[in-house]
């Protein structure tokens, strides 16, 4: 309470506090002395003004707007072996020409600026970057040094994937690795854009429910983890992924689909993991239904091309397209049961 009797709670008086303020006798008013005329008596108009703006919510006080099939980011990752054949221009012509506006981008140091230029002039978003982080316990890095990467996502938003690995001979624990990546997610905090733990087959965090934890660990708003369909269903059963979903919901900061063969899906190749959306026997709808609507995820959604052998014309088309139907599955379910 100030000296007026006003809740200061929130910072920004009410119509209400000002009301019951203006309906107070003048003689208790502060700055008022008894016989006195009144000096602070604000103008009728001012004051009518005042009210009236008052009864909007304040800029900082609104929530985001969910995610929905329409406003969704949306895009493939560059890492199809053809995306990696042909000129990287041609690739962002194509993506530009079908309809994409955002890309998540897998490369290495030498081609990282040619590639981003290249997006860029195309006027596609740098919605998500893949990268590799190594640690031996006393220093760590990432495949493209971060100041690199943050030179051109900074105060973007965008989602660094990242796979976790050690450095052959060294031995880790769990400790540090979590105090190593605390520190990485202030790092990318205070440049607008979140980390995503990336878990991929043969690393350190090769697992979902290990990366959840990893994530759960470090505790940080900028930090949490990517749900990477085809290593998930490499290495664990399609039936326990809704559970390990729930208990990872507040963590989920991306997911990367594909289509993908269902069954003994441990003995398959990747040729039958990673096919493109249109294909494969795996519930897409049902898992994006899971995703935005029980869990309401709000995150990017990339479409994994890794080991697709199809020309890049046909992946991006594939995508796009099947895009159009999967999307209206990526609605935030309201407190109503209704879908915004």
Request: proline letters at 5%; one cysteine or more; glycine letters at 8%.
């Given at each position: 309470?100030?000296?007026t009797?006003?809740?200061?709670g929130s910072?920004?008086?009410?119509?209400a506090?000002l009301v019951?303020?203006?309906?107070?006798?003048r003689?208790?008013?502060?700055?008022r002395r008894?016989g006195?005329?009144f000096?602070?008596?604000?103008p009728?108009?001012?004051l009518?003004l005042?009210?009236?703006?008052l009864?909007?919510p304040?800029?900082?006080?609104?929530e985001?707007?969910?995610?929905?099939?329409?406003n969704?980011?949306f895009g493939?990752?560059?890492n199809?072996?053809?995306?990696?054949?042909?000129?990287?221009?041609?690739?962002?012509?194509l993506?530009?020409?079908?309809?994409y506006?955002?890309?998540?981008?897998s490369?290495?140091?030498?081609?990282?600026n040619e590639?981003?230029k290249a997006f860029?002039?195309?006027?596609?978003?740098i919605?998500?970057v893949?990268?590799?982080?190594?640690?031996d316990g006393?220093?760590?890095?990432?495949?493209?040094?971060m100041?690199?990467?943050?030179?051109?996502v900074?105060?973007?938003g965008?989602?660094?994937?990242f796979g976790?690995?050690?450095?052959?001979?060294?031995?880790?624990t769990?400790t540090r690795?979590?105090?190593?990546?605390r520190?990485?997610?202030?790092?990318v905090?205070?440049?607008g854009?979140?980390l995503?733990?990336?878990?991929?087959?043969?690393f350190?965090?090769?697992?979902?429910?290990?990366?959840?934890?990893?994530?759960?660990?470090?505790?940080h708003?900028?930090?949490g983890?990517c749900?990477v369909?085809s290593?998930?269903?490499?290495?664990s059963?399609?039936?326990?992924?809704?559970?390990?979903?729930r208990v990872?919901?507040?963590?989920?900061?991306?997911?990367?689909?594909?289509g993908s063969?269902t069954?003994?899906?441990?003995?398959?190749?990747?040729?039958r993991?990673?096919?493109?959306?249109?294909?494969?026997?795996f519930?897409l709808?049902a898992?994006?239904?899971?995703?935005c609507?029980?869990l309401?995820?709000?995150g990017?959604v990339?479409v994994?091309?890794?080991?697709?052998?199809?020309p890049?014309?046909?992946?991006l088309?594939?995508?796009?397209?099947?895009w159009q139907?999967l999307?209206r599955?990526?609605?935030?379910?309201?407190?109503?049961?209704?879908?915004?």
């Amino acid at each position: 309470m100030n000296n007026t009797g006003m809740s200061t709670g929130s910072g920004t008086p009410s119509c209400a506090d000002l009301v019951s303020e203006l309906s107070r006798p003048r003689d208790s008013w502060p700055g008022r002395r008894k016989g006195k005329p009144f000096r602070y008596l604000v103008p009728a108009p001012t004051l009518a003004l005042l009210l009236v703006l008052l009864s909007f919510p304040s800029a900082g006080a609104q929530e985001p707007e969910p995610a929905t099939g329409e406003n969704r980011e949306f895009g493939v990752i560059d890492n199809s072996d053809d995306m990696r054949r042909i000129p990287v221009k041609q690739v962002a012509s194509l993506m530009k020409e079908i309809g994409y506006k955002s890309v998540a981008v897998s490369t290495e140091e030498p081609q990282w600026n040619e590639r981003v230029k290249a997006f860029h002039d195309a006027s596609l978003r740098i919605g998500g970057v893949s990268l590799k982080w190594t640690t031996d316990g006393k220093s760590d890095s990432f495949n493209i040094p971060m100041d690199l990467v943050l030179s051109k996502v900074r105060d973007t938003g965008a989602i660094i994937m990242f796979g976790i690995a050690v450095k052959d001979g060294a031995t880790v624990t769990d400790t540090r690795i979590v105090e190593q990546l605390r520190a990485r997610a202030e790092e990318v905090q205070k440049a607008g854009v979140t980390l995503g733990i990336y878990p991929h087959l043969g690393f350190w965090v090769s697992r979902f429910e290990h990366a959840t934890r990893v994530a759960e660990a470090v505790d940080h708003p900028a930090l949490g983890v990517c749900l990477v369909l085809s290593h998930y269903m490499k290495q664990s059963d399609e039936k326990d992924l809704p559970a390990r979903l729930r208990v990872a919901k507040g963590r989920l900061m991306a997911a990367v689909i594909n289509g993908s063969a269902t069954g003994n899906t441990k003995a398959m190749g990747w040729d039958r993991l990673i096919q493109h959306i249109d294909q494969g026997e795996f519930d897409l709808p049902a898992l994006l239904d899971l995703l935005c609507g029980e869990l309401k995820f709000k995150g990017p959604v990339f479409v994994q091309c890794s080991n697709i052998q199809a020309p890049t014309r046909r992946t991006l088309e594939a995508s796009y397209t099947k895009w159009q139907d999967l999307k209206r599955h990526c609605r935030v379910t309201s407190k109503a049961g209704k879908k915004d």
